[in-house]
């Protein structure tokens, strides 16, 4: 007799905004048959112009939700600044297991590195919480942070194959590309700092140098969550994709204002409709 099917588990997924929808699009397409409920906090973005202890407020009140509201076993802070800042805040405050964006994109990059050298490039708030510095320190990688805030603007407009968008990415890079020179770097592999890149991904694979691999924290952070749900969720080679099998992955969106924008802008960073989204209120 074959061993009984799994339950599969429920997953919860944080952000600021929708740009962490790339996250649950990379979780979906590893763990189709989970059932996944995500939160952006609209309302109180963006979490980089907050203090530290404010933005932890804001991420714990969103994890508590998704917990205690949603059944989430599992929890993925697909926000880079709530990862940065918020990440032991909310671990304390839940009773389930939290991964965050910025150590498994640093993993990626030591996987990836034959230099050991790794440029990131990040929104303003990331960067200057150099998050990813001591996470890709901690894997023996020197890591030179670059703050593009024009990206996500860009990324929000839609720009995502515009001749501007490519434009300010080269001018990015050079400058990035300049400094680590000036540094005796020797950088191999460039890591997205920031949900919203992964849309930018062929602008940006065209406009690396040649030999540098670029790495999606997204994908990093999907990957990561699958290995520690192995056994609860068979691998998504396994089994037919649940898109295409008639079997919709089981998706629960909500968010604290504007939900006629995360229907919008959801849609194009999730990859095809979002469907409906609940509106809710976390409080000031």
Known sequence: MSSPEPTPPTIGVFDSGFGGLTVLRA??????????????????????????????RYAVESAQFLVREQGAEFLV???????ALALDAIQDAVPVPVLGVIEP??????????????????TDATVRSHAYSEACQAQGLRALEK?????VPLVEEGWTDHPVTAEVIRIYLN?????????GLRPDTLVLGCTHY??????????????????DSAEAAAESAARLFNG???????????????????????????V???????????????GPVQLIDLGG
């Not at 994109?105 to 990040?122: F, K, M, Y």
């Not at 400058?175 to 540094?183: F, I, K, P, T, V």
């Not at 992964?198 to 790495?215: C, D, H, K, N, Q």
């Not at 924008?261 to 194009?268: E, I, N, V, Y």
């Open 27 to 56: 979780l979906i397409a590893r763990m189709p048959r989970a059932r996944f409920s995500f939160l952006g906090d609209t309302a109180r973005l963006p979490y980089g112009s907050k203090s530290r202890r404010t933005i932890a």
């Open 77 to 83: 802070i697909a926000c880079n600044t709530a990862s």
């Open 105 to 122: 994109g640093a993993a990626s990059a030591r996987a990836a590195s034959q230099t050991g050298d790794v440029l990131v490039i990040a």
């Open 147 to 151: 703050a593009c805030p024009l990206l």
């Open 175 to 183: 400058e990035l590309n300049a400094d680590a020179a000036a540094r």
């Open 198 to 215: 992964p849309l930018l991904r062929p602008l940006l694979e065209r406009s690396v140098p040649p030999g540098v691999r670029v790495i």
């Open 232 to 258: 609860r969720v068979r691998p998504a080679g396994d089994q037919p994709n649940a898109q295409t099998a008639g079997q919709p992955t089981e998706i629960h969106c909500f968010a604290t204002d504007s």
């Open 260 to 274: 006629e924008k995360f229907q919008h802008l959801g849609s194009r960073f999730l990859g095809y409709p979002v």
